[in-house]
């Protein structure tokens, strides 16, 4: 080992003991592998010191037992379990003081239960405590000091009780980072877990779809799930179920039971029987205390008509055509608290009306102390009634989520509804004046379905063949490319708006440059934009939100 | 008399009483618009009086609307008579949305406008 300084005096024991502990301290400082740090820092130690043996003990098991992490000398202990309480090294840990035992013959705490073992003879000990703030972590032991008389002076107890708090830092580092570590893990496997049970939820359908479903999870993963799938007749199966308890192990009875509903009914169409069948599975091998709820079911668009079974779950909600809401009761139990139960089954009819089935973490959601309750979801789908389902769910949770409501649960709800849908169209054509009319006539049609009078489809159908007139001529400017038009009901700003876009991929143009000219001017072309000013309610250019092309937006109300 | 069988937009012209009367029949959008035009300024090119029969027209926008006011303008500066006749409600509607219903002289028919001169 060099002296610290080079003009230092030939170094003393004492100078060589500090250099020892500068760089063992800075050795732990660095450390990323705590074992190997301590493995090689416990033999320096046990080299400088000039002890026979070295060793550290760490607290494991609820520090019941001290357990050899390592050692150095003639004897291996790493590995080696003693009570916490045992011998010197126990002592050390129990009263936090470096113990220094000369003669280890004449310690009254000394057991040689080691010796014994080992064959070893220990002679005089030297113990300090590993300690950070107040919390325990073990001790490291100094064995038999190669000296004449083989005893331990009390600069060698100054040194280790240094050394010992700086590998009791370094040690406890470790074990926070450690424990990091396993908290990422754990977090990713969360991950996982989560992207594996929204796989089970089913993809979100059409808008014409007449069965759609939300979840919203509290954790990472849910107790909560609904399905639908379509049978080969155009039936859809249907299910929504609240699984007791939340987190992993609810996760894991969640993944079951959706798995067997998903399989089992496919071919089994009686909601009754189908749940009948899940229950006596779920039952068979469940953990105590768990359960299930759900309601299943089959709804038939063709006649709409649904048949449902309800086990243990909250009513559904029916609501009719003329607004009035009916709850559908059910007597059954939860699935997989005991076996061969029947599961009645109800038959409704949907017509215009829409069927809410919904977990307690919709009802239960609370604002301001106060529960949302039923006639606050009654309210909430009221407030969004005019919607189309797949958007009224969206606002109805998003004003779940907002004003501060706590969601203490899992909010899943499934609507089921097979209302006429209201008229759209969504019509691609070449940027090419043959093709406007076929915009024309497509729009036309559309316009008069959703209810415009004839005039009005007049108008409409020349508001749109100048907006694309000029999409072919001043966007495209004669090149390739295509016309989107999109025509759609929207009652959300006003109601019953038609709302008409065009939009092309062509380069953006300046919005300040489509402009109609003055009407007084009596010369060929700039009627266009004068035209669609005169007959829509509104004309709004924008950039789409991908950036390219140009989208109109005209709006007009439905015969004003 | 001729006859176009090709284009979106059909048209026959007579001559009668010393005036082309050019009969289009169906929609004068964009596409239908370049032949219309033409067909307008060969007319006036020929130094003739010209009237439009626009009662088969179903469909007219503001391009074919443009055709008809180059046709008038060109007229004009030939010093030729250049009118529309006997005009569907569509094509009424339109023109007057283009606030020019009363700049072109529109007759209900030939006789009618040789009448009002």
């Known amino acids: 080992m060099k002296p610290i300084h080079k003009n230092a005096p030939p170094s003393t024991a004492l100078d060589q003991q500090l250099a020892l502990l500068a760089r063992i301290t800075q050795e732990f400082a660095t450390s990323l592998d705590i074992e190997e740090t301590l493995g090689i820092a416990i033999k320096q130690i046990m080299v400088n010191m000039h002890a026979e043996a070295a060793s550290i003990f760490l607290l494991e098991n609820n520090d019941t037992e001290l357990v050899c ?69 073990g ?117 079951k039971t959706s798995s067997l509903f998903h399989c089992l009914g496919k071919t089994q169409t009686s909601p009754g029987q189908l749940l009948h069948m899940i229950n006596n599975e779920v039952h068979e091998n469940s953990t105590r205390g768990m359960f299930v709820t759900m309601v299943g079911g089959i709804f038939d668009p063709s006649n709409n008509e649904v048949r449902l079974a309800n086990a243990g779950h909250q009513p559904p909600m029916l609501q009719f055509a003329d607004g009035h809401f009916e709850e559908i009761l059910g007597q059954s139990p939860p699935l997989g608290i005991m076996p061969d139960i029947q599961f009645p089954e109800t038959n409704l009819q949907l017509a215009d009306g829409t069927l809410y089935i919904y977990t307690d973490g919709v009802t239960e959601s609370q604002q301001n102390g106060k529960m949302l309750g039923e006639a606050g979801f009654q309210a909430m789908i009221n407030a969004h009634r005019d919607k189309p389902v ?51 006539d497509s729009a036309r049609d559309v316009v008069l379905a959703a209810g415009s009078s004839k005039e009005q489809a007049d108008s409409i159908v020349l508001a749109i063949s100048e907006a694309a007139s000029n999409v072919i001529q001043h966007a495209y400017k004669g090149d390739d490319g295509d016309i989107e038009l999109n025509i759609h009901v929207d009652s959300s700003i006003a109601p019953d708006q038609l709302v008409i876009s065009l939009r092309d991929y062509a380069d953006t143009i300046d919005i300040n440059e489509v402009r109609s000219r003055a009407l007084d001017d009596v010369r060929p072309g700039g009627l266009g934009v004068h035209f669609m000013k005169q007959l829509m309610d509104n004309l709004v250019y924008t950039v789409p939100e991908d950036g390219r092309g140009n989208r109109l937006e005209m709006r007009i109300t439905i015969n004003e | 008399m001729s006859k176009n069988s090709e284009s979106p937009v059909k048209f026959e012209i007579d001559d009668e009483q010393g005036y082309l009367i050019v009969r289009f029949s169906g929609e004068i959008d964009l596409y239908g618009t370049p032949h219309a035009r033409e067909v307008i300024l060969n007319c006036i090119n020929a130094e003739r009086n010209t009237v439009i029969d626009l009662s088969a027209v179903t469909y007219i926008d503001s391009s074919g609307v443009a055709s008809l006011v180059e046709g008038y303008q060109q007229a004009k500066n030939q010093q030729l008579e250049f009118g529309l006749i006997n005009i569907s409600d569509a094509v009424q509607n339109v023109l007057e949305l283009a606030h020019l219903d009363k700049v072109f002289s529109i007759h209900a028919s030939l006789d009618e406008r040789i009448q009002a001169s």
Request: contains cysteine.
């Open chain 1, 139 to 255: 001790a490291i032991e100094l064995i038999n000091k190669k000296t004449d008389n083989g005893l331990f002076i009390e600069d060698d107890q100054h040194i280790l009780t240094a050394l010992a708090s700086s590998a009791a830092l370094a040690i406890h580092n470790a074990e926070m980072a450690t424990a990091l570590i396993e908290q990422e893990r754990i977090q990713h496997e969360l991950a996982l877990a989560r992207e594996i049970q929204a796989n089970l939820l089913p993809s979100v359908p059409t808008n014409h779809f007449p069965v759609h479903g939300y979840n919203l999870p509290m954790r990472e993963v849910s107790g909560d799930f609904y399905d639908y799938f379509t049978l080969p007749d155009g039936r859809i199966v249907f299910n929504l179920a609240d699984v007791s308890g939340k987190g992993m192990n609810a996760s894991l009875l969640m993944a």
């Open chain 1, 69 to 137: 992490r390592t050692c150095a000398g003639p004897i291996q202990l790493t590995g080696l379990r003693l009570a916490a309480d045992h011998g010197i090294i126990g002592n050390t840990v129990k009263h936090n003081a470096v113990q220094m035992v000369l003669d280890v013959s004449t310690a009254p705490d000394f057991t040689a239960q080691v010796d014994a073992q080992t064959g070893f003879t220990t002679r005089s000990i030297l113990c300090a405590p590993l300690t950070v703030k107040d919390k325990k972590l």
């Open chain 1, 390 to 440: 797949a958007a009224r769910i969206t606002a109805m949770f998003e004003s779940l989520q907002r004003e501060g409501r706590e969601l203490h649960d899992d909010v899943t709800v499934l609507v089921i509804e097979n209302k006429p849908q209201t008229p759209s169209l969504t019509l691609s054509v070449p940027a090419k004046a043959n093709y406007i009319k076929d915009l024309r």
